[in-house]
């Protein structure tokens, strides 16, 4: 977002657009959450040093990997002004999947079952988008729905099977236990996944009208936007990073069940929001999404490591939320107040 | 009919869009009977016409939001039929709507590019470039407005000009503008026709709503008069005066369909003492009496509404009084007022007036839960009794009263709205726009029951954008323009003329 193409023959705009770097950076939806993250993270690490150990570090990046991947596809689909609460039904169908892939097909290589998978979870999301864009009835609703039905789905299906980590290969166990420089494979992935989204968000006009959609859907119909092929692209892509999640969930944990994934919906919604993803769409990113991941998920290893009673845990979760709406409310109120004033000084 | 009252000859060589006969019907309600408009290659045209009278369906028929029933669409002499908003922006049609529809999250630069932004390296959308294209543009409209900064907190004039660089910049053929001035300030106005004046030199054809006579007058080539959904005339501007205009957007006759029986005037009842709401309304008084209908007119946005919002205390204002009897009511208490003895019919009965959802008994009991109830609880039987008493004295028209309101017809429901707070015996009833998408037939109806509780002693104020209601209804006249009061007229000096161009603030006199 430099200003390179622009010729600078004075000094005078360069410093002017330094300024407006630096003016842009505090602005950032991101930065409350980054800030609250890297305190969090001292103060742990001030108070327990073990809290950074190379095996402590891993802990705490291996779980959020699984939480960053579903964030990044929740907030492609919050960013249009709908919600995807299915994801935690998605995640367990695919995970299970995946168990019952390697226990029945000896022999499967690795690579077809993550094709697989993540063929399954875009069926899975492009049921969602579909329902949403032709039935018109709120996302909320038709993805409360489909989280009952993959669940039971989920359940006919497994009824009292579980798979573990005995039934699946040893390199695809060892997905999530091996590091490059200190980062296990799986994280690495996860950060892949956020950098291309978060390119395609930001540098295409598909990712664009996204956020153009969630601003205003009405307008973006005036402006001639296929908002309908959009938001069941996003619901769809959110399907695809649920079964990537699955899959990965599968690798890391040791059993797969019927009940794999239950609850984790409301997780990955509360870190997109903390990471500064409007709730009603239009602004906010996939990076924020992804920090907001860490944030919550290294809470709970934080509390753990300075001995805080794990009920606190979610306590914490909850103002980190309402910190999180109260400062987009704060914003857009200041927003609105000016727009009054503005606009009074014309009569 | 006048001799120039037919359609402009069709096969010019230089017509750049031509709609003939075009038709649109949302159910019962004809939203637009023959719309009709030729636009040549370089010239600017006007579309004129009082509220309702089908322009806004007209220009979505050529935007590609509304498909029209019937009618012949031609674009440099071919046919078309838009399916898509879309098509119309491939074919050269540029809309600039009266709310400007930015996108309040993205900055100015992608609201102008969004969906065709520039490309840089890796075919990824490169924001230098499209922040210096958006910076050219607003050169060329001499404007400051800083292409980074997000849409969200503009004031309204840089909506319509950023509006406005969008439409240069797709490089369109079409340039339509429904009262893109109704927000404008005198500078803004003169940068906007400079602006329309130079896409006309290069040959763009452009159709231009707006109520401005004077704005007409100086600007347009053309003039094309609708009325009641249906083309009229197609003038050429330097050959017709103000005048001829207004006669042709209000001509019709209007005594016969609104009956105002005469009611015994008594005793002030509302009085509004210099109310003023910063960039709403400036200096507003005024009186009603017990029976007196006093019609609030004036164009859609003059703040005619807001006014009535103040007075029924759901907004607030910054200097002023009103009073009820004599007594002074509080800022932003709508139950005191209700306890006063207003009642306020609002003008979206479907998202303010009622429970959509809620039965027919329900709804028209609503202000009086708290008569009903006894130890806290509603009885359902003194419920359906009070229901039944009101839904039969206006006549509602219903299977059951525990049918939902939302199965009633739009006049049923209006009742309705009505039953609701007669049930309360109020002194003073405001009712906003109360025949807005309501049939014919019914329209006479619900005028009779106004006319007749008029006559029972309720003073009664009514805002309208309908030019028969207000003449057929009113006692007094009130025509606002831009949140101030422009003309108070009684009953015999109130013709369409002097209501219009008190309405639109027209210099010129009539006659």
Known sequence: MTDTATPTPTPTPARSSRRRGVAALLHLRELPVAVALIALVLITYAANPLFLSPQGTKDLLLNATIMIILAVGQALVIITRNV??????????????????????????????????????????????????????????????????????????????????????????????????????????????????????????????????????????????????????????????????????????????????????????????????????????????????VLLTTITSALTALRVDKFWQQAIVGVLILAAIIIDRVASIRTARRLRISEARDV | MSPEQTHPPGNSDATLLSLRGAAKTFGPVVALADGTVELRAGEIHALVGENGAGKSTLVKVLA?????????????????????????????????????????????????????????????ISRARMRTEARVLFERLGVPIDPDRIAEGLSIADQQIIEIAKAISLDAKVLVMDEPTAALSGVEVERLFA??????????????????????????????????????????????????????????????????????????????????????????????RSGEIVALAGLVGAGRTEVARAVFGIDGYDTGKVELLGRRLRQRDPQAAINAGIGFVPEDRRKQGLVMDLSVARNATLTLRHALARFGLISGSRERRAAAEWTKRLQVKTGSQEYAVSTLSGGNQQKVVLAKWLATAPKLLIVDEPTRGIDVGTKAEVHRL?????????????????????????DRVLVMHEGRITARLDRADATPEAVMHAATASMEPVE
């Not at chain 1, 995946?98 to 063929?119: D, K, Q, R």
């Not at chain 2, 007749?452 to 009113?474: F, H, Y």
Request: overall charge negative; proline content about 4%.
């Open chain 1, 84 to 293: 995807d609460l299915s994801v935690g039904s998605i995640l367990g169908l695919v995970a299970f999947g995946t168990g019952s892939l390697f226990a029945n097909v000896p022999g499967i290589p690795i690579i077809a079952v993550f094709a697989i998978g993540l063929v399954f979870g875009a069926v899975l999301g492009a049921v969602n988008g579909l329902l949403v864009t032709v039935a018109r009835v709120p996302a909320l609703v038709i993805t409360l729905g489909t989280l009952y039905i993959y669940r039971g789905l989920n359940n006919a299906w497994a009824g009292g099977t579980q798979y573990f980590a005995d039934d699946r290969p040893e390199a695809f166990g060892a997905l999530s236990v091996d590091t490059i420089l200190g980062f296990p494979l799986i994280t690495l992935l996860a950060v892949v996944v956020v950098i291309v989204v978060a390119i395609v968000m930001a540098g295409t006009r598909a990712g664009r009208d996204l956020y153009a959609i969630g601003s205003d859907p009405d307008a973006a119909n005036l402006f001639g936007i296929p908002v309908g092929r959009r938001v069941f692209i996003a619901f769809a892509v959110n399907g695809v990073l649920a079964g990537l999640a699955g899959v990965l969930y599968a690798s890391r944990f040791n059993s797969v069940g019927a009940t794999t994934g239950t609850g984790l919906e409301l997780d990955v919604v509360a870190a997109a929001v903390v990471g500064g993803v409007a709730i009603f769409g239009g602004s906010g990113s996939v990076a924020g999404a992804a920090i907001g991941a």
């Open chain 2, 64 to 124: 590609g939001l509304y498909h029209p029933d019937a009618g012949v669409f031609e674009i440099e002499g071919e046919p078309v039929a838009f399916r898509t908003v879309a098509d119309s922006k491939a074919a050269g049609i540029s809309v600039i709507y009266q709310e400007p529809t930015l996108f309040p999250d993205l900055t100015v630069a992608e609201n102008i590019f969004i969906g065709r932004q520039p490309k840089g390296r890796a075919g990824l």
């Open chain 2, 450 to 474: 106004i006319s007749d509780l008029a006559g029972r002693g309720i003073a009664i104020l009514m805002i309208s954008s309908e030019l028969p209601e207000v003449l057929g209804m009113a």
């Open chain 2, 195 to 288: 602006v329309a004046r130079s896409l006309r030199d290069r040959g763009a054809g452009i159709l231009f709503i707006s109520h401005r006579f004077d704005e007409i007058f100086e600007l347009t080539d053309r003039i094309t008069v609708m009325r009641d959904g249906r083309y009229i005339a197609t003038h050429d501007t330097a050959a017709v005066t103000t005048a001829d205009i207004v006669r042709e957007m209000v001509g019709r006759d209007i005594a016969a369909l609104f009956p105002k029986v005469d009611a015994e005037i008594g005793d002030t009842v509302l009085r509004v003492d210099g109310l003023s709401s910063a960039g709403v309304f400036r200096d507003i008084s005024f009186e009603v």
